[in-house]
Protein backbone atom coordinates (compact mmCIF):
# COMPACT_ATOMS: atom_id res chain seq x y z
CA UNK A 1 0.00 0.00 0.00
CA UNK A 2 1.60 3.62 -0.88
CA UNK A 3 1.70 6.13 1.59
CA UNK A 4 -1.14 7.98 -0.12
CA UNK A 5 -3.26 4.94 0.45
CA UNK A 6 -2.38 4.17 3.90
CA UNK A 7 -3.26 8.03 5.13
CA UNK A 8 -6.17 8.13 2.89
CA UNK A 9 -7.43 5.12 5.37
CA UNK A 10 -6.75 6.11 8.54
CA UNK A 11 -7.93 9.27 7.99
CA UNK A 12 -11.52 7.79 6.56
CA UNK A 13 -11.24 5.36 9.70
CA UNK A 14 -10.74 8.61 12.02
CA UNK A 15 -13.27 10.56 10.44
CA UNK A 16 -15.60 8.10 10.94
CA UNK A 17 -14.58 7.86 14.62
CA UNK A 18 -14.49 11.29 15.74
CA UNK A 19 -18.10 12.38 13.79
CA UNK A 20 -18.47 15.50 11.69
CA UNK A 21 -17.84 17.88 14.56
CA UNK A 22 -14.58 17.38 15.74
CA UNK A 23 -12.12 20.37 15.91
CA UNK A 24 -9.33 20.36 13.30
CA UNK A 25 -5.97 22.45 13.49
CA UNK A 26 -7.59 24.17 10.16
CA UNK A 27 -8.85 27.70 11.92
CA UNK A 28 -12.77 27.47 11.61
CA UNK A 29 -13.19 23.72 10.07
CA UNK A 30 -14.72 20.88 11.83
CA UNK A 31 -14.03 17.46 10.39
CA UNK A 32 -17.16 18.04 8.17
CA UNK A 33 -15.44 20.85 6.80
CA UNK A 34 -12.60 19.33 6.21
CA UNK A 35 -14.31 15.78 4.73
CA UNK A 36 -16.03 18.32 2.19
CA UNK A 37 -12.66 19.49 1.32
CA UNK A 38 -11.09 16.58 0.61
CA UNK A 39 -14.46 15.54 -1.66
CA UNK A 40 -14.67 18.63 -4.09
CA UNK A 41 -10.36 18.20 -4.51
CA UNK A 42 -11.08 15.02 -5.72
CA UNK A 43 -14.68 15.13 -7.15
CA UNK A 44 -14.92 18.91 -8.26
CA UNK A 45 -11.89 19.72 -10.81
CA UNK A 46 -13.64 23.32 -11.00
CA UNK A 47 -13.29 23.90 -7.15
CA UNK A 48 -9.18 23.24 -7.41
CA UNK A 49 -8.61 26.60 -8.70
CA UNK A 50 -10.34 28.58 -5.22
CA UNK A 51 -8.06 26.19 -3.12
CA UNK A 52 -4.90 28.02 -4.40
CA UNK A 53 -5.90 31.31 -5.48
CA UNK A 54 -7.49 33.47 -2.70
CA UNK A 55 -9.65 36.00 -5.24
CA UNK A 56 -11.50 32.16 -6.28
CA UNK A 57 -11.86 31.00 -2.47
CA UNK A 58 -15.38 32.23 -1.73
CA UNK A 59 -16.88 29.90 -4.52
CA UNK A 60 -14.55 27.09 -3.66
CA UNK A 61 -16.32 27.52 -0.04
CA UNK A 62 -19.55 27.34 -1.68
CA UNK A 63 -18.87 23.99 -3.44
CA UNK A 64 -17.98 22.59 -0.49
CA UNK A 65 -20.94 23.67 1.65
CA UNK A 66 -23.24 22.62 -1.16
CA UNK A 67 -21.20 19.34 -1.04
CA UNK A 68 -21.35 18.52 2.60
CA UNK A 69 -25.24 19.60 2.52
CA UNK A 70 -26.28 17.93 -0.91
CA UNK A 71 -24.57 14.25 0.09
CA UNK A 72 -23.91 14.24 3.94
CA UNK A 73 -21.03 13.14 5.73
CA UNK A 74 -20.72 9.56 6.36
CA UNK A 75 -21.31 9.64 2.48
CA UNK A 76 -18.58 11.69 1.05
CA UNK A 77 -16.41 9.42 4.00
CA UNK A 78 -17.65 6.61 1.65
CA UNK A 79 -16.61 8.17 -1.43
CA UNK A 80 -13.44 9.06 0.13
CA UNK A 81 -12.31 5.61 0.71
CA UNK A 82 -11.30 5.51 -2.61
CA UNK A 83 -9.23 8.14 -5.10
CA UNK A 84 -11.63 9.52 -7.56
CA UNK A 85 -11.03 8.61 -11.77
CA UNK A 86 -9.34 11.05 -12.71
CA UNK A 87 -7.27 11.30 -9.41
CA UNK A 88 -6.22 7.72 -8.95
CA UNK A 89 -3.18 7.89 -11.66
CA UNK A 90 -2.03 10.87 -9.85
CA UNK A 91 -2.45 9.56 -6.02
CA UNK A 92 0.49 8.30 -5.15
CA UNK A 93 2.12 11.52 -6.97
CA UNK A 94 -0.03 14.48 -5.57
CA UNK A 95 -2.14 12.61 -2.46
CA UNK A 96 0.57 11.60 0.07
CA UNK A 97 1.59 15.17 1.47
CA UNK A 98 -2.37 16.06 0.91
CA UNK A 99 -3.58 13.59 3.17
CA UNK A 100 -0.81 13.18 5.77
CA UNK A 101 -1.28 16.72 6.65
CA UNK A 102 -4.91 16.77 7.34
CA UNK A 103 -4.50 13.48 9.03
CA UNK A 104 -2.26 15.71 11.25
CA UNK A 105 -4.93 18.35 11.34
CA UNK A 106 -7.61 15.44 12.98
CA UNK A 107 -5.25 13.79 15.36
CA UNK A 108 -3.40 16.78 16.65
CA UNK A 109 -6.06 18.95 18.48
CA UNK A 110 -6.98 15.67 20.33
CA UNK A 111 -3.63 15.19 21.66
CA UNK A 112 -1.90 12.41 18.76
CA UNK A 113 0.24 12.15 16.12
CA UNK A 114 0.40 10.71 12.85
CA UNK A 115 2.29 7.14 13.58
CA UNK A 116 5.32 7.04 10.96
CA UNK A 117 8.10 4.92 9.78
CA UNK A 118 11.28 6.15 9.44
CA UNK A 119 11.54 5.50 5.94
CA UNK A 120 8.57 7.37 5.37
CA UNK A 121 9.83 10.41 7.22
CA UNK A 122 12.63 10.50 5.48
CA UNK A 123 10.65 10.44 2.11
CA UNK A 124 8.81 13.68 2.77
CA UNK A 125 12.50 15.36 3.32
CA UNK A 126 12.03 16.77 -0.30
CA UNK A 127 8.74 17.63 0.10
CA UNK A 128 10.12 19.67 3.20
CA UNK A 129 12.58 21.49 1.12
CA UNK A 130 10.24 22.14 -1.63
CA UNK A 131 7.76 24.13 1.29
CA UNK A 132 10.83 25.84 2.83
CA UNK A 133 11.69 27.16 -0.64
CA UNK A 134 7.64 28.69 -1.30
CA UNK A 135 7.86 29.74 2.32
CA UNK A 136 11.52 31.96 1.69
CA UNK A 137 9.64 33.94 -0.75
CA UNK A 138 7.08 34.87 1.37
CA UNK A 139 9.36 36.19 3.84
CA UNK A 140 12.48 38.34 3.49
CA UNK A 141 14.47 36.08 5.21
CA UNK A 142 17.16 33.60 4.47
CA UNK A 143 16.09 30.04 5.35
CA UNK A 144 18.61 27.26 6.60
CA UNK A 145 16.69 24.39 7.17
CA UNK A 146 17.93 20.96 8.53
CA UNK A 147 16.11 18.00 8.82
CA UNK A 148 16.71 15.28 11.73
CA UNK A 149 19.55 13.42 10.83
CA UNK A 150 20.29 15.36 7.69
CA UNK A 151 22.33 18.43 6.10
CA UNK A 152 21.51 22.01 5.90
CA UNK A 153 19.92 22.98 2.75
CA UNK A 154 19.74 27.45 2.34
CA UNK A 155 17.18 29.32 0.55
CA UNK A 156 17.00 32.70 -0.23
CA UNK A 157 19.77 35.47 0.06
CA UNK A 158 19.43 38.08 2.66
CA UNK A 159 20.80 40.05 6.11
CA UNK A 160 18.48 38.03 8.33
CA UNK A 161 18.63 34.30 9.02
CA UNK A 162 16.44 31.95 10.12
CA UNK A 163 17.44 28.52 11.29
CA UNK A 164 14.69 25.48 11.45
CA UNK A 165 15.39 22.20 12.58
CA UNK A 166 12.88 18.92 12.82
CA UNK A 167 12.35 15.86 11.32
CA UNK A 168 10.96 15.86 8.00
CA UNK A 169 7.07 15.49 8.76
CA UNK A 170 7.32 18.05 11.16
CA UNK A 171 9.22 20.34 8.45
CA UNK A 172 6.48 19.75 6.08
CA UNK A 173 4.08 20.51 9.22
CA UNK A 174 6.08 24.00 9.85
CA UNK A 175 6.08 25.30 6.23
CA UNK A 176 2.14 24.31 5.56
CA UNK A 177 1.70 27.19 8.20
CA UNK A 178 0.77 24.32 10.85
CA UNK A 179 2.11 24.20 14.67
CA UNK A 180 4.79 21.91 14.36
CA UNK A 181 7.98 19.98 16.42
CA UNK A 182 10.32 21.87 15.02
CA UNK A 183 13.70 24.67 16.47
CA UNK A 184 13.38 27.86 15.25
CA UNK A 185 15.98 30.09 15.78
CA UNK A 186 17.99 33.21 14.27
CA UNK A 187 17.17 36.60 13.48
CA UNK A 188 13.42 38.33 14.23
CA UNK A 189 11.77 35.11 14.75
CA UNK A 190 8.00 36.38 15.45
CA UNK A 191 7.94 38.58 11.60
CA UNK A 192 9.63 35.25 10.27
CA UNK A 193 6.53 32.83 12.20
CA UNK A 194 3.65 35.65 10.65
CA UNK A 195 4.73 35.32 7.22
CA UNK A 196 4.07 31.70 7.24
CA UNK A 197 0.69 32.08 8.42
CA UNK A 198 -0.51 33.27 4.93
CA UNK A 199 0.68 30.04 3.54
Known amino acids: ?26 EGWQTQDLAAHLWIREHKPAALPGIGIKALSNVTERMQRHALH ?46 LSDGEVRGLEKVAFALAKKAQLESDHRLVVTPTGGSPRRFGKGSRTIYVEGPANELVLHFSGREADVVVTGDDVDRYRESLRGL
Not at 15 to 20: A, H
Not at 72 to 97: Q, T
Open 1 to 26: MTFARRQRAQLVDLLREVGPFAETAC
Open 70 to 115: AKGYLPILEDLESPSWYMAPLDPLVNGVEWYVHHEDVRRPRGEKVE
